[in-house]
């Protein structure tokens, strides 16, 4: 009893100190032959000016760390107050998806400091992708990197990261050892008889 009385305190604890931030998380990464760009999580807006309205279409330019995805709505509430870096690329190129979802709409550029987002959009998840066909890093100019802007209440987070050989999981070397003992044992067995 005296245990599960910690836990609770413990589990209390870290509750009450945990953050308030809620984030937007947005990965670029390749795929094949085409880049992918994904992102979900909430806004805050509380602290951000408000600045107008504007009608998205969807395009990302990275040297200027702008990437818009327009929502059903169609009309976004455009805000200024973020801080970070003005890019997440070294070309200056305006690129237009083949494929592009959401449902909000969402447009952040970084080297503007604003972003603006869906009138409809009331806190809920917003989850958006954009796919690049038969593009690469380095055609669309992106650097890999992990960028941060934030704002008082919030922050939006863009990592980009280049495709990877993939790394052996450890289950698939202990088979492939099981395996190659399992072949020695049988030719041992094979030279004795």
Do not use: H
Request: charged share 10%.
């Amino acid at each position: 009893m005296k245990y599960i009385r910690c836990l609770m305190c413990l589990v209390m604890l870290l509750g009450a100190v945990s953050t308030g931030y809620a984030a937007m998380i947005i990965n670029i990464y390749e795929q094949g032959d085409d880049v992918i760009i994904s992102g979900s999580g909430t806004i805050d807006v509380s602290s951000l000016t408000y600045q107008g309205t504007s009608n998205p279409v969807a395009f990302m330019v990275p040297i200027q760390g702008a990437l818009a995805v327009p929502g059903p709505s169609g009309s976004n509430l455009t805000y200024t107050g973020i801080s970070g870096p003005d890019s997440f690329g070294a070309i200056g190129g305006l690129f237009y998806p083949d494929i592009s979802t959401s449902n909000y709409g969402f447009v952040f550029q970084g080297w503007q400091k604003q972003m603006s987002i869906d009138f409809t959009y009331a806190g809920e998840v917003i989850n958006f992708s954009q796919t690049y066909l038969n593009q690469s890093f380095a055609s669309l100019g992106f650097t890999s990197d992990t960028l941060t802007w934030n704002w008082d209440s919030d922050y939006i987070e863009v990592t980009v990261e280049e495709a990877q050989a993939p790394v052996p999981e450890p289950a698939t070397m202990l088979l492939l050892g099981g395996g190659l003992a399992g072949l020695a044992g049988i030719r041992r067995r094979a030279n004795k008889a």
